[in-house]
């Protein structure tokens, strides 16, 4: 059974940064690719970043490219997001997630392609 848990989230001003963190267990992570998704109140979950199972391929949405950064560290069952600049429209609680990467892709931009997810961690952003 894969599990994942994420931590880092929390109150930050416009311009600021936070680094959101998610471990997993059950599983080598390095088998899974892996994304971070998003959801604010009232809207539903969207994508934000894509990674791939050794970190060499990433894909984010427009709305976050150049200011979050996904990472990995296999060795440590680690995914990252990095996110700079955070806006308020950022606010939202963010999900980790590990795809099983049987039908071949190198990373996921869909909720119905990841299996596990993480419980969520909340980022608000403040004006």
């Known amino acids: 059974q894969v599990q994942l848990v994420e931590s880092g989230g929390g109150l930050v001003q416009a311009g600021g940064s936070l680094r959101l963190s998610c471990m997993i267990s059950?599983?080598?992570?390095?088998?899974?690719?892996m994304g971070w998704f998003r959801q604010a109140p009232g809207k539903e979950r969207e994508f934000v970043t894509a990674i791939s199972r050794l970190g060499g391929i990433t894909y984010s949405a427009d709305s976050v490219k150049g200011r979050f950064t996904i990472s990995r560290d296999n060795a440590k069952n680690t995914l990252y997001l990095q996110m700079n600049t955070l806006k308020p429209e950022d606010t939202a609680v963010y999900y980790c997630?590990?795809?099983?990467?049987?039908?071949?892709?190198?990373?996921?931009?869909?909720?119905?392609?990841?299996?596990?997810w993480g419980q969520g961690t909340q980022v608000t952003v403040s004006s």
């Open positions: 997630a590990a795809s099983d990467g049987l039908s071949g892709h190198s990373y996921y931009t869909t909720l119905d392609d990841y299996h596990w």
């Open positions: 059950g599983r080598t992570i390095s088998r899974y690719p």
